[in-house]
């Protein structure tokens, strides 16, 4: 059984056609292939700005040609097991082993078993010890990078950082050692010596790898053409990343840690993007992605700017990620304008003490303030995340949350809708929190119990994320 006749016996065949608006099909010109491979499903890795970036990089290199390749769904999977198929990229149908090169994302440690699944559907040895010199290297970045050590067994190189400018200089490199038939040691060698990447095979003397940082965040523009889903995906809008890292030093947030320093883009850079992106896509969402949009430095001008500009048009605006003290009038006025769903809000402790030891600047007489404003201008309900299993967490601290969720439903005079969600602290490398105990299954179950049994009204509903899940 071909392919296209396996489309005809899955959920949605739209997650492998690979004919989307804006996708590259370099064919025959391409000399060096490099298979951009998310490990997990297509509307996840499509709505990954990174991957977007990357591709469109990659693709922008003479002779050298990106595909995408996602993990396929459990129905996918079965068939190609049972015909005896392998795993291949969407743009060309070239089967994992075939490529030059395989770049893996690693954005949660959960999708580790995904990329071990993907490599074997892909017909490539999944220890790197164990392959030959005609299989593809197999590349690996983003966050989970940064403590490469559970993966150093599988992955041939990481690379540590930020990839917009090293990508190239490894797909050039890797290029330049194809044509020149250099063996695959020798390749490795060559690709070691670049600043920012990490080969567990020729680093072996403890030597320090500096993290790869872009300095100018304008410099290096996002893709004007992204490929465009053909299916619903998490994210389904335009995304335009407005700065890069954080100032803030949370002590449990990873992303605040290793994506230092602080970097903008210009607020006219900003406005050109979306203007390009809505013509090129035909999206009606823009998304400002930040890891604080709120902290962006013009944000107000930059809010009224593009609201004035696509009110008429029907273009929504979304700001992912906003702080309780980063919260004007003005700000929720332009916001309520295009978008009024529910808002989001994250004190992440239930008292002062606590917040003080995560080092989360923001009091709880601001998240009041906040929230009786949020409910004056109109919105219905209201999302407060928290995270149980913090250091120094006592029962008070747990009271706490519920405390704070019942005050914050009386600001909406009892008409307003509050969700408190609940994850658990899972202490993450490169953190001040790293080496902090995380909280066992019991542990877990016993404090999300607790608060069941405390918060009993109508208007409030309390989501908790899985134990089992945190603990994996």
Same mark, same amino acid.
């Given at each position: 059984?071909?392919?296209?006749?396996?489309?005809?016996?899955?959920?949605? =065949?739209?997650?492998?056609?690979g /004919?989307?608006?804006? #996708?590259?099909?370099?064919?025959?010109e391409?000399?060096?292939n490099?298979?951009?491979?998310?490990?997990?499903?297509?509307?996840?890795?499509?709505?990954?700005?990174?991957?977007?970036?990357?591709?469109s990089?990659?693709?922008?290199? =003479?002779?050298?040609?990106?595909? %995408?390749?996602?993990a396929?769904?459990?129905d996918?999977?079965?068939?190609?097991?049972?015909?005896?198929?392998?795993? /291949?990229?969407l743009?060309?149908? %070239?089967?994992?082993?075939?490529?030059?090169?395989?770049?893996?994302?690693?954005?949660?440690?959960?999708?580790? +078993?995904?990329?071990?699944?993907?490599?074997?559907?892909?017909?490539i040895?999944?220890?790197?010890?164990?392959?030959?010199?005609?299989?593809?290297?197999?590349i690996?970045?983003? =966050?989970?990078?940064?403590n490469?050590?559970?993966?150093e067994?599988?992955?041939?190189?990481?690379?540590?950082?930020?990839?917009?400018?090293?990508?190239?200089?490894?797909?050039?490199?890797?290029?330049?050692a194809?044509?020149?038939?250099?063996?695959?040691?020798?390749?490795?060698?060559?690709?070691? &010596?670049?600043?920012?990447?990490?080969?567990?095979?020729?680093?072996?003397?403890?030597?320090?790898i500096r993290?790869r940082?872009?300095?100018?965040?304008?410099s290096?523009?996002?893709p004007?053409?992204p490929?465009?889903?053909?299916?619903?995906?998490?994210?389904?809008?335009?995304?335009?990343?407005?700065? %890069?890292?954080?100032?803030?030093g949370?002590?449990?947030?990873q992303?605040?840690?290793?994506?230092?320093?602080?970097?903008?883009r210009?607020?006219?850079?900003?406005?050109?993007? #979306?203007?390009?992106?809505?013509?090129a896509?035909g999206?009606?969402?823009?998304?400002?992605?930040?890891? *604080? *949009?709120?902290?962006?430095?013009?944000?107000?001008?930059?809010?009224?700017?593009?609201?004035?500009h696509?009110?008429?048009?029907?273009?929504?605006?979304?700001?992912p990620?906003?702080?309780?003290?980063?919260? /004007?009038?003005?700000?929720?006025?332009?916001?309520?304008r295009?978008?009024?769903?529910?808002?989001?809000?994250?004190? &992440?402790?239930?008292?002062?003490?606590?917040?003080?030891?995560?080092?989360?600047?923001?009091? &709880?007489?601001?998240?009041?303030?906040?929230?009786?404003?949020?409910?004056?201008a109109?919105?219905?309900s209201?999302?407060?995340?928290f995270?149980?299993?913090?250091?120094?967490?006592?029962?008070?601290?747990?009271?706490?949350?519920?405390?704070?969720?019942?005050?914050?439903?009386?600001?909406?005079?009892?008409?307003?809708?509050?969700?408190? *969600?609940?994850? +658990?602290?899972?202490?993450?490398?490169?953190?001040?929190?790293?080496?902090q105990?995380?909280?066992n299954?019991e542990?877990?179950?016993?404090?999300?119990?607790?608060?069941?049994g405390?918060? %009993?009204?109508?208007?409030?509903?309390?989501?908790?994320?899985?134990?089992r899940?945190?603990?994996?």
């Open positions: 059984m071909d392919w296209e006749n396996l489309l005809l016996y899955v959920e949605k =065949p739209s997650r492998y056609l /004919t989307e608006v804006n #996708a590259s099909h370099k064919g025959r391409a000399e060096f490099f298979a951009l491979a998310f490990p997990d499903t297509y509307e996840v890795g499509m709505s990954h700005l990174g991957i977007q970036i990357i591709y990089i990659l693709n922008g290199i =003479p002779k050298v040609s990106a595909e %995408r390749c996602f396929p769904w459990p996918m999977e079965q068939l190609l097991r049972k015909h005896g198929l392998p795993l /291949t990229s743009e060309s149908r %070239r089967p994992l082993h075939a490529f030059d090169m395989i770049g893996f994302s690693l954005q949660y440690e959960l999708s580790y +078993t995904n990329i071990l699944n993907m490599l074997e559907l892909g017909g040895p999944l220890l790197r010890k164990e392959r030959k010199a005609a299989a593809p290297l197999v690996a970045g983003g =966050p989970c990078a940064f490469p050590a559970p993966l067994a599988f992955i041939d190189v990481f690379v540590i950082g930020e990839g917009e400018e090293v990508i190239r200089e490894i797909a050039v490199q890797a290029l330049d194809k044509k020149k038939g250099w063996a695959r040691e020798d390749t490795l060698a060559s690709l070691a &010596e670049i600043d920012g990447v990490y080969a567990p095979a020729v680093h072996r003397n403890g030597k320090k993290k940082v872009v300095r100018d965040l304008d290096c523009s996002l004007l053409n490929v465009v889903p053909l299916m619903k995906t998490i994210h389904d809008r335009i995304s335009i990343e407005i700065a %890069r890292g954080c100032t803030r949370c002590r449990f947030c992303a605040g840690m290793v994506w230092r320093p602080l970097r903008e210009k607020q006219e850079l900003i406005e050109k993007t #979306a203007a390009s992106l809505l013509c896509t999206y009606d969402e823009i998304s400002l992605l930040s890891l *604080s *949009s709120g902290d962006y430095s013009r944000i107000e001008p930059l809010l009224a700017a593009l609201v004035d696509y009110y008429e048009k029907r273009v929504s605006l979304a700001l990620s906003l702080r309780v003290e980063t919260l /004007t009038r003005s700000l929720m006025e332009n916001i309520r295009v978008r009024k769903t529910s808002f989001t809000l994250a004190p &992440e402790a239930g008292t002062q003490r606590l917040r003080n030891i995560i080092n989360k600047g923001n009091t &709880e007489a601001e998240l009041l303030s906040t929230t009786r404003q949020v409910f004056e109109g919105w219905k209201i999302k407060l995340y995270m149980l299993g913090l250091p120094g967490e006592k029962k008070e601290d747990l009271e706490g949350i519920a405390e704070l969720a019942y005050q914050a439903l009386k600001e909406g005079k009892q008409r307003g809708q509050i969700t408190v *969600s609940l994850s +658990t602290l899972i202490p993450k490398a490169h953190t001040p929190f790293q080496w105990r995380q909280i299954l542990e877990i179950r016993e404090r999300q119990a607790f608060l069941k405390r918060i %009993r009204n109508r208007n409030i509903s309390l989501k908790c994320h899985s134990s899940m945190s603990l994996l």
